[in-house]
């Protein structure tokens, strides 16, 4: 019989562990490199200014609101009119910020939509025009200007004790109503290379990012920085053509890592969580201790003529009530969706569900990152 040398069962063991690895990269979910990373220097700008909303039906800001006068002011005696702003009274104007976002490489000429927010006291800004408005960034500088009648998707009709509001009608939207004026401040990528910058950062990600260019491209083309950050040397034949390396780098096919994540909203008792998430063995008891007051007025008679007075006599009695506790066990392996599907089906609510979820997150009983918003 002959006898395996040590060095002979390493490689097989390694070979082995090889395998498997690359089993586990190939069942992994595909997506395009485009979708994961962006590249550097090629990014959205802010934009924001300040205007006037005109042609309300009297829903505009109040007298006590006093910057709206004095924009108004100052707009007529620019175009040659002189009035006394402590003589003004107006109620179909409204003061706003209007803001836009300038995607990368915007030229002048295109259009983009704008946001317009009251900053008043004005009630609707339903049926009103935005007056022309300065976009400007950061910087100062101005690369857009903003004008037209807002859409605001719904209404307001009454008074504040009967009226009736459908959406939230002082803020709207104008689609394609600015107009770039300024090219927008975007990096081109160099001759001799660019930065692929990942929309989550995960390291195993960034690093089958390089992999992926280098197996396509050559190897020592990419390179992982970090978790964020995947380097990439521009190849001699794309030297004077990087947009066409670019739109060849994006349709390459990355097996990217999927972290196990549980998202909590308190406020709307919402719950997301992903079908990977595993639970360690765990015993759940929840119950629910409710405590009711209940007030009720009483009057006091007094006999016919006699000197007592009628009065009301507050009575006050209080019930406490507990519901017995109700019972979950999970096993090893169980899924927070197996968790959900049992807290449900014993009648507990979304908030219950959320508050039993940090429960056992803080116990340490779950395999995922919880976050709350």
Avoid: C, W
């Avoid at 007298?63 to 009274?89: E, S, Y």
């Avoid at 000429?109 to 960034?137: C, F």
């Avoid at 689609?175 to 990942?198: F, H, I, M």
């Avoid at 056992?360 to 918003?373: N, P, R």
Wanted: hydrophobic share 45%; net charge neutral.
């Amino acid at each position: 019989m002959p006898i395996e040398s040590p060095g002979k069962r390493r490689r097989g063991s390694t070979e082995k562990l090889i395998a498997a690895l690359l089993a586990a990269v190939s069942s992994l979910p595909a997506a395009r490199l485009g979708d994961l990373t962006t590249v550097e220097g090629v990014r959205d700008n802010m934009l924001i200014g300040y205007g006037l909303v005109a042609g309300l039906k009297g829903t505009g800001d109040r007298q006590q609101t006093i910057f709206p006068i004095q924009t108004l002011t100052n707009m007529l005696q620019r175009m040659g009119v002189t009035v006394n702003p402590a003589q003004m009274q107006v109620r179909n104007i409204a003061a706003v910020m209007v803001t836009a976002t300038l995607p990368p490489y915007a030229e002048p000429g295109a259009r983009l939509d704008v946001v317009v927010s009251s900053i008043g006291d004005a009630s609707s800004l339903q049926g009103g025009t935005l007056l022309l408005t300065a976009l400007k960034a950061s910087t100062g500088d101005t690369y857009a200007v903003a004008q037209g009648p807002l859409s605001i998707g719904g209404f307001t009709a009454g008074t504040a004790q009967t009226g009736v509001q459908v959406n939230h009608s002082t803020v709207g939207r104008i689609p394609g109503g600015a107009l770039v004026e300024r090219a927008a401040p975007t990096e081109p990528p160099g001759n001799s290379g660019l930065n692929l910058q990942l929309r989550r950062p995960d390291f195993a990600t960034a690093a089958r990012i390089a992999e992926a260019v280098n197996k396509k491209f050559g190897a020592g083309v990419a390179r992982a920085e970090n978790a964020a950050l995947v380097r990439v040397a521009m190849p001699q034949a794309f030297r004077s053509k990087p947009v066409d390396f670019i739109a060849a780098l994006e349709p390459l096919d990355v097996a990217a890592e999927h972290p196990a994540r549980v998202v909590l909203n308190e406020r709307t008792g919402t719950v997301v969580l992903g079908k990977d998430v595993r639970i360690a063995p765990v015993e759940v008891l929840h119950g629910n201790l409710s405590v009711q007051i209940v007030t009720t007025l009483e009057v006091s008679q007094p006999p016919p003529l006699s000197p007592g007075q009628t009065a009301v006599v507050p009575q006050t009695g209080i019930a406490v009530s507990e519901e017995k506790a109700r019972r979950v066990v999970l096993k090893e392996g169980a899924s927070v969706e197996e968790l959900v599907q049992s807290l449900i089906g014993i009648g507990s609510t979304p908030r219950d569900v959320i508050a039993i979820i940090q429960s056992i997150a803080a116990a340490g009983a779950v395999d995922a990152v919880v976050e709350v918003i």
